[in-house]
């Protein structure tokens, strides 16, 4: 202790030094019980510390808990319980009703529902089927499921999820040194004043008083529990904080860097223009080619399929259905034969409408005649552009830059729809790290994207963002990683950012400013050793409770319409 308070006087002031001062006083003037005080409420405050961390990293004990420990490996005529942890990649287990899928693996038998909210955020269940990809911790709905591995436990999404919420509760972020920062003036202003006091009167107690009402605990507490508790409030709302450091400058990124696909854009085709030839008409050929792409894994099938759902269209009966390489899938649907094909087959025999600079496009043939022109975009989200342009009125950010690898015409077609000026398209990873490193060399810098090719872009900025669907690299290169791909989560990241700096600031200054207060109680002899403890303890006490307020739920916590 002495030693630390030779440290303190040598210059390197720190808000502990006080205490272990205060502690030493008390020794020297016989006053035991103020000195007891002191360890009590320190030791007091150590314990408060370890409830609240304990409280608002509740989350942490849910996702351990949760996920079971057991699996039912299957064996010929049934299945055995092994631990989780001996399920190897391609096993099959069973997923009964109601149980918690144990692994991430692809559906290989069974149709079902899961809910998947502990992921996105969302109540709502996710229809499974042989070929979909589940994860583990999402709760199965009423029917069984047969679910292959493809990862083993230690590598799950689960697991990733656990281990980047640990190593953001064992961090220290920079909000924390600004309490350093502040204990650097605080310490040796309170010394002054009780050096002074005692100079004044002549009485040792009275600098006793005021360093004892001095002890600056909310500094040592109230920061890192608000900090804990935003991380938690994060987690909840499926944010993951890798770094905390993130959530302090993120309040002073000015330059927000948007990749396009996956971050603006779905990120999977929609059917956007449906061209049909005089003698057809949508009512007649959308069913057919949607019955048919519904057995395909082509990535346009989704997009027909779901585009004939939307449209209410009942699905004929495919008769059979066969794909041919460079050609494309045909099918019998009742009497008619179809074929759906590209553009570059279809020229030769067909007069084609005009090629478009953008998206994708195939071409279907009914009965050996050109009977329709599917063309297929990847759509904005609903929410890009209320994001876009709130960004500076709310949040201050002076430039707002949209960068992707795609052609320039479908680029420059998104950024028009969601009112981006700033566009860089047909960029490599190495062109897009460059111009990040740019732009963070003029200012604070703030990157969203969901691509491996975004990872090194991601590590470059001020503060990476990754939507974690997607990309295990991408997440692992990320601050931030928003389970659900939702730029609305973003917002509320944003959002949480500024409510913790307030609260932070709140504890660790308010509590200056009461203990200062005291410490002129004290210095005119209004408070004694004993009560100037007891009266500082009030003040952690406050100052605590304040910075708790992070781990609760706000009311709202996004301002934009989608």
């Excluded at 969302?122 to 589940?134: D, M, Q, R, T």
């Excluded at 994207?449 to 991408?474: C, E, K, R, W, Y």
Aim: proline share 5%; aromatic share 6%.
């Amino acid at each position: 202790m002495l030693r630390l308070i030779w440290r303190g006087l040598r210059g390197e002031f720190g808000s502990d030094h006080l205490a272990g001062v205060s502690i030493v006083a008390s020794a020297l003037l016989g006053e035991y019980l103020a000195g007891a005080i002191v360890v009590l409420m320190l030791s007091g405050g150590a314990a408060l510390e370890q409830f609240a961390v304990a409280e608002a990293t509740s989350v942490l004990r849910a996702l351990a808990s949760r996920l079971p420990t057991l699996a039912h490996r299957r064996r010929e005529g049934g299945f055995d319980d092994v631990p989780v942890a001996d399920v190897r990649v391609g096993d099959e287990v069973s997923v009964l009703p109601h149980e918690i899928c144990p692994v991430d693996g692809e559906v290989s038998q069974g149709h079902g529902t899961m809910d998947e909210s502990y992921l996105t955020g969302e109540p709502f269940n996710i229809s499974k089927g042989p070929g979909a990809l589940v994860l583990s911790g999402a709760i199965n709905g009423d029917a069984s499921l047969v679910v292959r591995a493809t990862r083993i436990a230690a590598d799950s999404r689960y697991a990733r999820i656990m281990q980047v919420m640990q190593e953001a509760e064992q961090r220290r972020p920079n909000l924390r040194r600004i309490g350093d920062q502040l204990g650097a003036w605080y310490t040796p202003l309170a010394l002054a004043m009780a050096a002074a006091a005692w100079w004044w009167t002549g009485n040792p107690i009275r600098f006793l008083s005021v360093v004892v009402v001095a002890t600056p605990c909310p500094l040592l507490i109230a920061i890192p529990v608000a900090i804990i508790g935003a991380i938690s409030t994060a987690a909840r709302r499926g944010v993951i904080i890798k770094d905390p450091a993130a959530l302090e400058q993120l309040t002073l990124c000015h330059t927000m860097i948007l990749d396009k696909t996956g971050t603006l854009t779905y990120g999977r085709p929609s059917l956007s223009e449906e061209l049909y030839a005089p003698a057809f008409s949508r009512e007649t050929v959308l069913p057919m080619v949607a019955a048919i792409e519904r057995y395909s894994r082509h990535p346009l099938a989704g997009a027909i399929v779901k585009a004939a759902e939307d449209a209410g269209c009942a699905l004929p009966i495919v008769d059979w259905i066969h794909e041919e390489a460079s050609v494309g899938l045909r099918g019998r649907v009742g009497a008619s034969n179809v074929l759906i094909t590209s553009r570059a087959h279809a020229t030769s025999r067909f007069e084609l409408p005009p090629s478009q600079s953008t998206g994708l496009e195939c071409i279907v043939v009914v009965d050996d005649q050109l009977a329709a022109t599917l063309r297929f975009h990847d759509v904005p989200r609903e929410d890009s552009r209320g994001f876009v342009g709130h960004l500076g009125p709310k949040h201050g950010f002076t430039r707002v830059l949209l960068v992707s690898g795609d052609r320039e015409a479908e680029v420059r077609r998104l950024a028009e729809a969601v009112s981006i000026t700033e566009v860089h398209a047909g960029t490599s990873p190495e062109e897009k790290v460059a111009i990040v490193r740019r732009e963070t060399a003029l200012t604070r810098t703030l990157f969203i994207g969901d691509g491996i090719n975004d990872a090194p872009a991601l590590m470059a900025a001020t503060v990476g963002i990754a939507f974690g669907q997607h990309s295990d690299v991408t997440s692992e290169a990320a601050r931030v990683v928003i389970i659900d791909s939702s730029l609305s989560k973003v917002d509320e990241l944003i959002h949480l950012s500024y409510r913790l700096r307030q609260v932070a600031l709140q504890s660790a200054i308010g509590g200056m400013l009461l203990s200062g207060v005291g410490m002129l109680f004290a210095a005119f002899g209004l408070l004694s050793p004993v009560a100037g403890a007891v009266a500082q303890e009030g003040i952690d006490l406050l100052a605590v409770l304040n910075a708790l307020r992070t781990a609760r739920e706000p009311w709202q916590l996004t301002d934009f319409e989608p």
